[in-house]
């Protein structure tokens, strides 16, 4: 497929990877919804234990992106909504005439031990995490069929090895990987091929608001970021993070890999293969 002048759905793209993934495809020429909670994150069911984005961070996203010459409109959307998924699309065919790719990037972590983690955080995770991806490609698939088009799922490298204390996230990830593969296989009749891409560690807020503060007290003393730079080092067999940019990259790739289907392709420094 060639970017120019698509139309590109990317949820959760007020920061992070996501607004990563709408700056590439907007560079390259795409038109870009950038849907994120916005003022929906303030409502209750919606909130959660470190701050996801501001409304603020949605709308400065979205003029950024169009300050640097790219078409880019922001959409509030809460993708665990059935509303919210249709409105999402009806918003985007309003304005752009039509959709041709669909990232599913939105999503919630939180760790926990078995035994006293809340059915309510599981079920939170879930309805974000993979949910939101059913429920978009729902929405979405009437369009994309129109136009042979993708739906990128980011999963993660938690959604192919499991880990102690993050049970519920690596179910949430393992289960994108399934939607994944079986939505490729059924959609595939109608010319739409569906991807996931897994990232190891990427330094963004879910990152340095939540998981380094509750995962690496082994580097005291430390900054956040030099306690997640130290504990990539020690953990991952290349020794680096991952890049936003560098996810957006596998992106643009899924998006002009014409062959490529069912695929959840780890962007992580080997970390999946882990150390020995
Ligand atoms: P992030 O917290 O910076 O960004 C996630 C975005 O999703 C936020 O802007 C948040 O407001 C939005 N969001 C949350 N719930 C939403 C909802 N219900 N509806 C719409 N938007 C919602 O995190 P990130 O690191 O950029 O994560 C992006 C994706 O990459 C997530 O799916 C995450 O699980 C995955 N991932 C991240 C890493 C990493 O190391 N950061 C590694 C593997 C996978």
């Not at 007020?14 to 590439?24: F, L, P, T, V, Y």
């Not at 996203?61 to 959409?75: D, F, L, Y």
């Not at 992106?251 to 420094?269: F, I």
Request: aromatic share 8%; hydrophobic share 50%.
């Amino acid at each position: 497929m060639d970017i120019e002048g698509k139309t590109v759905i990317v949820t959760g793209a007020a920061r992070g990877i996501g607004r990563a993934i709408a700056e590439a495809f907007a560079r390259e020429g795409a038109k870009v919804v950038a849907a994120d909670l916005g003022s929906l994150a303030n409502k209750s069911g919606a909130d959660w234990h470190y701050a996801l984005a501001a409304e603020s961070e949605l709308a400065q996203a979205a003029r950024e992106i169009s300050e640097r010459g790219g078409a880019c409109m922001a959409v509030e959307a809460d993708v665990s909504e059935r509303a919210s998924c249709q409105n999402l699309v009806a918003e985007t065919v309003e304005a752009f005439g039509g959709l041709d790719i669909l990232v599913n990037n939105a999503g919630i972590i939180k760790l926990g031990r078995l035994a006293d983690f809340a059915e309510a955080e599981w079920e939170r995770m879930f309805a974000v995490n993979v949910k939101g991806a059913f429920l978009l490609a729902q929405a979405a698939v009437p369009y994309l069929e129109r136009r042979s088009g993708l739906i990128i799922n980011i999963a993660s490298n938690a959604g192919k090895r499991g880990s102690a204390f993050n049970s519920a996230y690596c179910a949430s990830k393992f289960a994108l990987v399934g939607l994944t593969q079986s939505l490729a296989a059924e959609l595939a009749a109608s010319a739409i091929r569906v991807n996931a891409i897994c990232p190891g560690n990427v330094f963004t807020p879910m990152q340095f608001d939540y998981l380094v503060k509750h995962r690496l007290q082994q580097y005291p003393g430390q900054s956040f970021e030099a306690a997640f730079d130290a504990f990539v080092e020690d953990t991952v067999p290349l020794g680096r993070k991952q890049a936003p940019a560098e996810i957006a990259e596998a992106a643009l790739y899924m998006a002009r890999a014409d062959s490529v289907t069912g695929v959840s392709l780890s962007v992580d420094g080997g970390s999946g293969i882990g150390l020995s």
